[in-house]
């Protein structure tokens, strides 16, 4: 499965991708994790399963899922504290979650 | 505090999301960032031809010949000196991309909208008698940083246009089985047709006016007021730094969308200061983008100073981890830990020091640049990922710049303290009880 995570220059998000990567291995999850810039994001939310945006970057949601609902791809936002302590894990399972759901 | 708490919540959030979530400004600020890293490398040539060391123009010289100064200064000539094509193509294709219609025709046909709006000949003096050169595209003039706000507006209205057509379907279609490129090739003709012709009636009725082409109209009737009054001062700065802070309060990305805005009247005042380096001048203006890179130390509300408190100062075990955490991406100003660990975000005790600090130390540095007791931005652009300390350096060329820095990480963690204070004994207490409630528990 493929997770996207959206921030505006896709750099504090790396250091949660690499946590939420470890998270993965740990539990032997084969994921595809990658962090995007909201200026890189179109070209890559079409082949997402899941996509979750930084708190930061929320103001980008309704375009987001303008283009990902139709398509059935579950958008959402972390939870800041969740998100402020990079606790890979956490989101790991919120993806998980969602991905349920789809 | 709960009314402010409230305000910002309610009524101040929803607005700035909307704000900054929409279209034609994310496309702006998205096309801005897309072309940054040629303004870097262009930025590194000018280092190169005039770096501050005594000597090394004549060891220039001496060493590849009179022709090398110009020469080595060929890649900033064809970035900051034509940017305007460049910026003009890249937010004509951030927004074509936001609509989901074929973007690289949008690039294209911006390009093609904005020479047509701008004058395409230019006068040389020979022997002292002036003479008309047609058909020339100038590198530097309205092709560079002055048609920046020419090139946004084509660049929207372009693409508002071309949007209309695709969506309207009024488009030349093939018939089925036509490779998808050459469809797509053929579908930008009509919607191109109708906007080249509309650019040229433009460039016709501004042919009529006193102002001859869009951009002296423009540059006349907005950069420049705009540029004096709202970004080359201190009350300009105060208003940027400020806006930036009380977004981050509510978790936006504040520096993203208000330096989005601004970037157009920076960057011309950047060019000035670059030309006066150029020159072997000093540079005369403070505020330049650069300016607020050095305000954001260890990120948006110059947090690294808070990283600082927390890891030293600290009582309580979490706050003393997430300092320890925050430290290496705050080296490299990135801060959303802090923002969204301590929380400073939706904390009314640390919105007040969010806002404070900044303001202080842009103050601080604004009258230290005017009084000339340090260096000025040169205008070279360096990622905003670089260090503190040696950011300042690399910015004013000076090492003055980097004094200037620690002595603002000392005012910020002044105006922290106190704040930091409350909040650890506050949290210090929470540990001892340990009573958690579950949702707010940090997880480290």
């Not at chain 2, 496309?27 to 960032?33: K, V």
């Not at chain 2, 969010?354 to 540095?365: C, E, F, Q, R, Y």
Request: hydrophobic share 50%; with cysteine.
């Amino acid at each position: 499965m493929k997770i996207v995570l959206i921030c505006f220059a896709g750099m504090s998000t790396s250091m949660l991708v690499n946590r939420m990567k470890k998270a993965a291995a740990n539990r032997n999850i084969n994921a595809d994790i990658v962090a995007l810039s909201t200026s890189d994001m179109y070209e890559e939310l079409d082949n997402a399963d899941v996509i979750l945006l930084g708190p930061q970057a929320r103001y980008v949601l309704d375009e987001v899922r303008e283009i990902a609902t139709p398509k059935g791809i579950p958008v959402e936002v972390i939870n800041s504290q969740i998100y402020g302590t990079m606790n890979g894990e956490a989101v790991l399972d919120m993806a998980l979650e969602l991905a349920k759901i789809k | 505090m709960n009314k402010i708490q409230d305000f910002l919540e309610n009524k101040f959030a929803p607005f700035a999301t909307k704000l900054a979530g929409q279209r034609h400004l994310a496309a702006i600020r998205d096309g801005f960032i897309s072309f940054m890293p040629f303004l870097i490398i262009g930025s590194l040539f000018i280092i190169i031809q005039d770096f501050p060391a005594p000597g090394w123009q004549e060891l220039q010289v001496k060493l590849f010949g009179e022709e090398f100064n110009q020469f080595i200064i060929l890649p900033k000539r064809v970035t900051y000196d034509i940017m305007s094509l460049y910026i003009v193509a890249s937010i004509s294709y951030k927004l074509a991309q936001s609509y989901r219609i074929d973007s690289f025709s949008a690039a294209m046909l911006g390009i093609a909208s904005f020479i047509l709006l701008t004058p395409i000949k230019t006068t040389i003096d020979i022997n002292g008698t002036t003479h008309t050169v047609s058909r020339v595209i100038t590198v530097g003039g309205w092709y560079g940083t002055n048609g920046i706000l020419v090139a946004i507006i084509t660049a929207l209205v372009v693409t508002e246009m071309f949007n209309y057509f695709i969506k309207k379907g009024i488009i030349i279609k093939m018939p089925e089985g036509v490779p998808p490129a050459v469809s797509r090739a053929f579908s930008a003709l009509v919607p191109g047709f109708v906007i080249i012709d509309t650019m040229l009636l433009v460039r016709l009725l501004f042919l009529q006016t006193p102002y001859q082409y869009i951009h002296d109209f423009i540059y006349k009737l907005v950069s420049l007021p705009m540029q004096s009054m709202v970004a080359n001062n201190l009350l300009g700065a105060i208003g940027t730094v400020f806006s930036i802070s009380l977004l981050w309060s509510i978790g936006l990305n504040g520096g993203t969308i208000v330096n989005g805005i601004m970037r157009p009247f920076w960057v011309p005042l950047q060019d000035a200061n670059l030309a006066a380096i150029e020159a072997g001048k000093l540079p005369p203006n403070i505020i330049t983008e650069q300016f607020f890179d050095m305000i954001w130390i260890g990120g948006a509300g110059a947090t690294l100073a808070v990283v600082f408190l927390l890891m030293f100062r600290a009582k309580s075990k979490q706050y003393r981890e997430l300092g320890k955490m925050s430290l290496a991406p705050g080296l490299f100003n990135i801060n959303e830990p802090i923002m969204f660990g301590l929380p400073v975000v939706l904390n009314p005790i640390g919105i007040i020091p969010l806002i404070l600090g900044p303001v202080a130390i842009t103050i601080v540095n604004y009258e230290a640049m005017a009084l000339n007791l340090v260096a000025r931005p040169t205008g070279v652009i360096i990622p905003w990922t670089t260090p503190p300390i040696i950011q300042g350096f690399l910015i004013t060329g000076h090492i003055s710049g980097a004094i200037l820095q620690i002595v603002d990480i000392l005012i910020v963690m002044l105006i922290w303290w106190p704040f930091i204070a409350i909040m650890d004994k506050k949290r210090v207490a929470e540990e001892n009880e340990k009573v958690y409630n579950k949702g707010e528990s940090l997880k480290l």
